[in-house]
């Protein structure tokens, strides 16, 4: 970090403050009575503060089951990301940037959390509410269905879970 060269001539610990983040190569050279020398090399790592952050295309906010997710992930600094889907699934960690996509079987809303982290800290996005609904039951019946023609033909919608309206083609 361009900080001057410590000389000491005691074995007293020694602190240093960094002020930026980086990776630091530091070196210890030690003399023995004999003017023998020794060196050592560590390297210490300061990270940027992560930013979480992710989207879910729109489209992918409700849907009828099965849903399928694919999350956008906008986090800065991290390297670790846990993702919880709200479904009662386990998390996934993984440490690439590109999320993983998820898909919803049981309705319910839900919402998206993203724990994301380096060795300095954690931050959490949550996206919601991701909505998934049972797809409709389709069913009508028609009378008569024989006659001759022409005929007037009554056709009687009895689907369930429809909304708002129905279309016969």
């Known amino acids: 970090d361009a900080s001057p060269t410590v000389t000491t001539v005691s074995t007293a610990n020694l602190t240093h403050t960094y002020t930026a983040y980086g990776t630091y190569t530091v070196t210890m050279v030690a003399t ?32 009828c089951l099965p849903l399928t997710v694919n999350p956008i992930n906008a986090s800065q600094n991290a390297n670790t990301y846990v993702w919880n889907f709200g479904d009662a699934t386990p998390p996934v960690t993984t440490t690439s940037f590109t999320p993983p996509s998820h898909t919803y079987t049981t309705p319910g809303n839900y919402t998206i959390t993203l724990v994301a982290s380096n060795s ?41 879970g429809v909304s708002p309206a129905n279309n016969y083609s």
């Open 120 to 160: 300095c800290n954690s931050a959490t996005s949550t996206v919601s509410p991701i909505i998934v609904v049972d797809p409709p039951v389709v069913n009508f019946t028609a009378n008569p269905v024989l006659g001759c023609s022409p005929q007037v033909v009554t056709f009687t919608n009895t689907s369930t």
């Open 32 to 63: 023995g009575p004999n003017g023998c020398t020794a060196t050592t090399t560590l390297t210490v790592i300061f990270e940027r503060y992560v930013g979480a952050s992710f989207s879910v295309p729109i489209a992918e906010m409700s849907g």
